[in-house]
């Protein structure tokens, strides 16, 4: 069993900056690839950005590349978003994965955080 605690979501202008932190626990949590998702009130849950197991080969949606960058620090076994440049169209709950990537894209999710609200008024 692997256990996700998000944290570091608020409320922000537009412009501005925030960084999501994920804590991964649990035996086998440093196996897995990891990968951060956003849901926005009425629409389904989307891929925003991934790295694997070994903090390598990070892969970005393209709303969001350029302006977030993905990382994790192996001894923590935490990863981390940092959101640049944020919009209002960031605005949604943010959710932390641990699940498996093929061909550097994500196929299966096997764990999910509770999520983490980020609020960017225009």
């Known amino acids: 069993q692997v256990q996700l605690v998000e944290s570091g979501g608020g409320l922000v202008q537009a412009g501005a900056s925030l960084r999501l932190s994920c804590a991964a626990s649990g035996r086998t949590a440093s196996t897995y690839d990891m990968g951060w998702f956003s849901q926005a009130p009425g629409k389904e849950r989307e891929f925003v950005a991934a790295?694997?197991?070994?903090?390598?080969?990070?892969r970005y949606a393209d709303s969001v590349r350029g302006r977030f960058t993905i990382a994790k620090d192996n001894a923590k076994n935490t990863v981390y978003l940092q959101m640049n440049n944020l919009k209002p169209e960031d605005t949604a709950v943010y959710y932390c994965?641990?699940?498996?990537?093929?061909?550097?894209?994500?196929?299966?999710?096997?764990?999910w955080g509770q999520g983490t609200q980020v609020t960017v008024s225009s």
């Open positions: 994965a641990a699940g498996r990537r093929r061909d550097y894209r994500w196929r299966e999710t096997h764990y």
């Open positions: 790295i694997g197991s070994g903090g390598i080969s990070p």
